[in-house]
């Protein structure tokens, strides 16, 4: 079976040639959440080494992470073009929430900074009627968020409280990121 879309003409398909593999998403996912180091994507997600190299390679490649380092560590950050995804990350998550165990409520929430509304499934704000860019919103833990399973660093920073989305959860010290987190 091949892997590419290469015999397609059509938009869908090219998109998936950059998200479409297995944990391209997740990886997204985190880099919304601030997730920025190699070691946290392949902890908290429990990724295969090998696998994250190239997801990473894909997602630099293609102009949605830029590579960034910084006293010798290395971060991926979202670029706009990365950034534009966001919409079909959020739709995802919510589709992934109404139909997995739509019971249980939302694993996560998401409010629009400016005015603390919490978006409805579609990514607005009731509160000003606005679609909040992913930097505009404040993510928690929502009531379906159930007992603590994961305990690696990623994890443990997105229950301990509300997080400003695209700041980084472990800001290098002396960055202007370090604020950047929400209370």
Known sequence: MGRG????????????????ERWTLLVLR??????????DFQVHLDIPRAVLTERLKTL????????????GVVHY???EQGRELWPTVFALTQWG???SAPEEGARRS?????????????????G???????????????????EVVRTDRVSAALRAGPHRMLTPLFPEPGSTAAEGSAT
């Open 110 to 126: 998401f409010s629009h900074a400016a005015c603390d509304a919490e978006l409805d499934s579609t990514g607005w704000c009731p």
């Open 60 to 71: 630099t490649g293609a102009g949605v992470l830029e590579r960034h380092a910084h006293a």
């Open 5 to 20: 879309y290469a015999g397609q003409d059509c938009s869908l398909a090219r998109a998936l040639e950059v998200v479409g």
């Open 77 to 79: 950050l979202l670029t």
């Open 30 to 39: 985190d880099c919304f959440y601030g997730v920025t180091q190699f070691g």
């Open 128 to 146: 000003c009627g606005s679609r909040p860019a992913p930097d505009e919103l404040i993510t928690r833990e929502g009531p379906g968020a159930g």
């Open 97 to 99: 929430e109404r139909w």
